[in-house]
């Protein structure tokens, strides 16, 4: 296409608002795409960069493009054309702008250059990495993690207590083989699909909220999907009823560093004296989630049986990185991370539920528990579910489903590694997919 300039003398960024509106409309600029640079724009049309920006300010307030702050402007796909693929290689591959769905951690909240120190550290302890790892973990980090969660969580308990793993996954792996007395397992939701499938592999009935199984399984600090945490009373009224029948709880600790708006819940295996309970902890939220190290406390019966098996499983975790987090531990730097990520993401918290209630105001329903990254947004349009989740990705939008209802959709945001400057622009335009589509079907 060509650039005509001025039509009857209108001014020069309508002619250049005009000529990329016409791009976006025949689907030449796809939804995704990122716009020239102003300065590139400037030199290829040689016209002004004022001239330029102005144009660029008139599609944006009409819809055709918006602004991602240090990074550019990108066309938001108001025409409904998604992103033409340019060859079938990449056609899976979606360009997104804005991801609120996310559940990793903020760039700004790990330091990089400390835990490189800490690796490199490792990496010169020449002869302990000639050898293969310790099935149970290296028994410096299983000394180092039970004093932790003594002074953390006040769970007593020995290093020969605990094991070591590569994630909650590969402990249940290890743990499940040791529960020949049970048979049927409970999870809060259908959610849990990780848990769920290892315990289903091990031929366990999988059951949803019913604690009368053999086997409970719970998030007490992590509840729902928003941040709900299980109160002291319904902990003890639990201990109780698995005691009474003979069940088997396991504590999944998950997000307990990042509870904000109450004072920290006493865990279960401790509330319980830490008999019929195994306690999971992992460092994936705390540190980097490639950094996979998680570990599991057992209760004095299952500890047994596991060492009669502990030499038929190999450590599957890093043991170059057990030794560097077994030092950042002692020295402190762990703690220093929790309270650091516990300011960053309370305060990113309120962040994205002020901007979530200023663009969708009382028609939208918000939920936000006392601990962890996440919200609930609940907004009345026509959309399905994966009709929303396709249309959002169509305008560079990543958006996660969490359920559905007649004339609404309840959304999980997730404020953790999207920069707060995003959260506007991101709702912004999540609000006007869902109105364009609820207008056009009236």
Known sequence: MALELQKDGEPLYLSVYRYYKDLILQGKLPAGSKMPSLRKCSGELHLSRTTIENAYLQLAADGFIISKAQSGYYVTGITGKPAVPQNREKAAEVNYIYDLSSSGVDRESFRFDLWQRYIKSALRQNDRLLSYGEPQGEYELRETLAQYIRERRNIHCTAEDIVVGAGVQSLLHILCPLLKDYTTVSFPTPSFVHGSAVFSDYGFDVHYRDKDCGIIFVSPAHMTKWGEIMPISRRLELIRHASHRGSLIIEDDFENEFVYLQKPTPSIYSLAGGQGVVYIGSFSRLLLPSIRISFMVLPRQLREAYLQRA?????????????????????????????RLRRLYAAKMKLLTEAAAQIFGAKAKIKVGSAGTTMALTVPTRYSGEALKNAAAAHGLKIQVLSESEGALTLLLSCSSMPSDDFIPALTLLKNIVTVQTLSEL
């Not at 599957?316 to 077994?326: D, R, V």
């Not at 030092?327 to 402190?332: E, H, N």
């Open 311 to 339: 030499a038929l499983y190999n450590q599957t975790a890093s043991k170059a990185e057990q030794i560097a987090l077994c030092q950042f531990i002692r020295d402190g730097h762990l703690a220093a991370q929790t309270r």
